[in-house]
Each structure stands twice: as C-alpha cells, then as structure tokens.
C-alpha cells in the first residue's frame, strides 16, 4: 500500500500540519525529506531500514554528505536536503543568540551550543560574548583538543572578552563521550574563570556542558564560582 493509500490522518504530511512537527516519529520525519521509498517499499519503510541500518537518528545525520549519498534510499539529492536542513537548524538557533535582543532564555544558550557542539569528534571550547544587556557580541570557538579533553586558558577568555567589549560571557565545552555530567577539573576551570573573569568586572553567567541528552548548566547545579573539592 502506498502511502497516498493511507487513512489521512496517518500520512507524515498531513500528521505533521494536523499535529505539528513533534508528534512525527523519526522515522516520519525522514519520510517527509526522502519523498518516496525504493522500489516496493513506502518512504516510511525506507526511512526505518534507514534507521535501522545506519542509526539512530543523531548517527545517520552526523555522516557526511558524500557518505549519505551512497546510502540506499537517500542518492546525492536527497542528502544534500538533509544536510541542508541540518544547517537551516544551526542558523536559525544562532539567529535567536545574535538578532540583538536580550538573552532572556538561558536555556538558549544551551540549545545554541548544543548544536554547534554536539556531533565535533573532539573536545572544543567555545565562548558566548554579550554587552551589559545580555545580547550577543560574539561567539568564538577558543580551544580544541583530543576525544576527552581540550586544554583552557582563561587569560585567553578574558583577553577575547575585553576585545569584544563584553560585560558577561557565556561559555562551553562539548565530552565527545556523550556523558554531560560535569568533572571536577570542568568545575575547577570554572571557578578559574570565574575569578579571572571578575579582576576586569566582566561577569561569567554561566558553564554549559553538552553531550547526548539535555546539556548540564553548572549556573542552575548552583556550582558557579564554587571551587571543587
């Protein structure tokens, strides 16, 4: 049965305007970005051999655009829609940090570095500059290193910090591991910052850590400024 053969209210198109995005599964949603299945199977089915196969979900989409087109189902079109689509995510989420208003959210600072982060191979340290009203000067990607840790600097923070004219700054680091769970030396460099940070009244709002789940603030943890024992 095709698709087009469906009760409506099942179909991933018509499911996704009655419901919005969030009640589609993975599966449907990647329906929607395949169009059409391989030859005997909808594009449901295709999309959950794809899952199957290559997933979940975060895996398949973190390949490549050369790999993705060499994945039965997907094809060199296909794939750049994907990817694509993935970058149209990442644009937006920075345009909500940089269109000028106040960083009312804090848990957008999150959901920003969580997409910047998440899928780097490597540890990468980035920081969020903002003005005295909380609205984003800049973000820049300080210090890289290996799979399980990326050597900090704080002179460095506050030097790009004072460049930037910042009156507070946001920063964070990504565990390749997929555990967000904050180590001492993570809560160490904090307080580190923290005080360097403050000899030049600059205020440091928060650390975020991103991994496979939800990213950890040391801000809402009641960890800032706290030394690890």
Request: charged share 20%.
């Amino acid at each position: 049965m095709s698709i087009r053969d469906w009760p409506s209210a099942e179909r991933p198109r018509e499911k996704l305007l009655a419901q919005g995005a969030g009640a589609l599964s993975d599966a449907e949603l990647l329906a929607i970005f395949l169009g059409s299945g391989l030859r005997g199977r909808d594009a449901v089915e295709t999309a959950r051999d794809l899952l199957q196969s290559h997933g979940p979900l975060r895996n398949l989409l973190d390949l490549p655009a050369t790999a993705l087109a060499a994945l039965p189902g997907l094809g060199p079109a296909r794939s750049c829609k994907l990817v694509a689509g993935l970058e149209l995510a990442h644009r937006h989420l920075a345009a909500e940090l940089a269109r000028g208003d106040s960083l009312r959210d804090p848990a957008a600072a999150g959901r920003y570095f969580k997409q910047r982060l998440r899928s780097r191979p490597n540890e990468v340290f980035a920081a969020l500059f903002l003005d005295n009203q909380h609205r984003t000067l800049a973000c820049e990607e300080l210090f890289s290193g290996t799979v399980d840790a990326a050597a900090v600097y704080p002179r460095e923070v506050v030097r790009r910090a004072l460049l930037h004219n910042a009156a507070a700054v946001i920063v964070s680091h990504n565990h390749p591991s997929g555990s967000a769970e904050p180590s001492l030396e993570d809560r160490r460099i904090t307080t580190l910052l923290q005080q360097a940070l403050a000899l030049v009244d600059i205020r440091l709002l928060d650390h975020v850590v991103i991994g496979d789940g939800a990213p950890v603030s040391m801000a809402a943890r009641g960890w800032m400024g706290i030394a690890a024992a």
